[in-house]
């Protein structure tokens, strides 16, 4: 019997392919080594949004090197965004000779045929299919287990923001259907889930493939419908597409929890323009005042892009301005990455690193600023939090989650996991609350 060990880097999609990778080699009698030295196939689950993911890739198999030439039969796998690049798995192929498999994103449920065959011809093995296939429904899939799960409802991206490379590795966008989709759901939640990530590019475009009135509205209308269920998050927002009548069904819905992820990118017109995001930063302030209005006590998060090419410092203050002006809860934030093959790679004003690391820093201690005072109000507020486990750094403290997504750690029993309590939060740092249990 073989075993199996995967390494996952890059969002919930890579994640989510590498529950499926792992249902479909336990299918055929693969188990899950009890750790990556063990593991007889190593499978790594490669994310390129930015050249720092590429490396990290690299990186890591530079010391699987070191593993395979003690063990000459461990196979190494590779597959996921970065070998569905073009020209990729060429590049890989000289870069790191001891990988065995390279695989792309549109034929993981290949997998275990592609592994036999390495292993029958004992030589190297490429398969990355140009296009995305029809949807393939009913794969088995190996989740953590727990309370949570991550549901896919539609894969890659018609959108084309002029720096991301995503729609190229990940294809059009594609719905599943809701019936599938629902009934993945009621299967989770038969198996003691209580709370389901809904994933997509922009899951405000749901359904827009697909024939008669399906949107994704109607589709949380249908999720918030099952029974035992107690959570409903979704992932990612796009501001374009995100109407009033699905603030309005977010509002009416009680399982749909009072957290948005709206990725706002810059804070200038003229770079949300070049970045081909649609929409304005006076669209932006609007939909943020809806979203507050209709839903109490939301929290919203977002990604933030310093540096893209052209940003000038009057540009970078309006990204500052709308920080400020907004108070997310939490951001994300990067500095631009040209990506080979994207209308952005080729724009003139390619700016240097010293200034994007300028910038990151500055819009960091702005935004951690802001994070810590969102915090600190929730001081003395009772919340119900969702337990997932032990802290990593403190076994005494139970981990969790708010509705809206905060991080919240207290002491309690082991026995509260899985479970949902009420805390009333005694403390406020930037990344994480501290609670205790309410009786
Ligand atoms: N579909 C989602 C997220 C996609 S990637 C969305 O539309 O928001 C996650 C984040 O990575 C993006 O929101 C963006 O902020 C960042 N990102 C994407 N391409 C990038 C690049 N070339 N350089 C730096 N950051 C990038
Ligand atoms: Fe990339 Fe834009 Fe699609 Fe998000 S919406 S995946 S940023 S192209
Ligand atoms: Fe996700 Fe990275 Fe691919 S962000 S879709 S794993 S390029």
Redesign the pocket.
């Known amino acids: 019997m073989k075993s199996y060990w995967t390494i996952v880097y890059g ?1 919930q999609m890579n994640e989510r392919d590498s529950e499926i990778i792992a249902g479909l080699l336990e299918e055929r009698g693969y188990t899950r080594a009890p750790a990556l030295e063990k593991a007889d196939v190593i499978i790594l689950h490669t994310c390129c ?2 050249e720092k993911a590429e490396n990290k890739v690299y990186g890591k198999l530079g010391q699987l090197a070191r593993l395979k030439s003690k063990n000459p039969d461990l196979i190494i796998a590779v597959g996921g965004c970065m070998t569905q690049q073009p020209g990729a798995a060429e590049e890989m192929r000289q870069k790191a000779p001891h990988v065995d498999l390279i695989y792309g994103t549109h034929n993981i449920h290949e997998l275990p045929n592609l592994l036999e065959r390495v292993s029958f011809l004992r030589q190297p093995v490429a398969s990355i299919w140009d296009t995305e296939g029809e949807i393939v429904e009913g794969l088995p899939h190996r989740t953590a287990g727990g309370v949570k799960a991550l549901v896919t409802i539609s894969y890659g ?1 018609n959108n084309f ?1 002029s ?4 729609p190229y590795v990940r294809g059009r966008e594609r719905s599943r259907r809701p019936e599938d989709i629902v009934k993945e759901v009621q299967e989770l939640v038969d198996d003691g889930v209580l709370e389901v990530m809904l994933l997509g ?2 899951v405000n475009s749901y359904g827009r493939d697909l024939p008669g009135e399906i949107d994704f509205a109607r589709l949380l209308e249908m999720v918030n419908g099952i029974e035992g269920l107690r959570r409903i998050r979704y992932m ?1 927002s ?1 501001p374009r597409d995100f109407t009033l009548d699905l603030i309005r069904t977010l509002s009416r819905l009680d399982k749909v929890c009072e957290h948005v992820h709206l ?1 706002v ?1 810059a804070g200038s017109n003229r770079i949300l323009e070049l970045m081909n995001r649609g929409y304005t930063r006076e669209d932006y302030f609007v939909l943020v005042d809806n979203l507050r209005r209709h839903l109490p006590g939301v929290s919203i998060t977002t ?3 310093v540096g893209f090419p052209g940003e000038t410092e009057e540009d970078f203050a309006a990204t500052l301005d709308l920080v400020e002006r907004v108070q997310f809860d939490n951001a994300f934030t ?4 040209p ?1 080979r093959g994207t209308a952005a790679a080729g724009l003139p004003g390619q700016l240097p690193l010293e200034v994007k690391k300028e910038r990151l820093q500055r819009l960091m201690e702005l935004q951690n600023r802001i994070s810590r005072a969102k915090n600190e109000a929730l001081v003395g507020r009772e919340m119900e939090v969702l337990v997932e486990g032990t802290s990593e750094n403190d076994p005494t403290q139970l981990s969790g989650r708010t509705r809206t997504h905060k991080l919240v750690h207290f002491p309690g029993s082991q026995e509260l996991i899985g479970k949902l309590v009420q805390v009333r939060i005694t403390q406020a740092q930037t990344w994480l609350l501290k609670g205790e249990v309410v009786a």
């Open positions: 969002c949004v930015r991206c923001c720096y991301c490379i995503v590019q922009n990612t796009h990725p990118q990604d933030l892009i990067f500095m631009y990455s990506r």
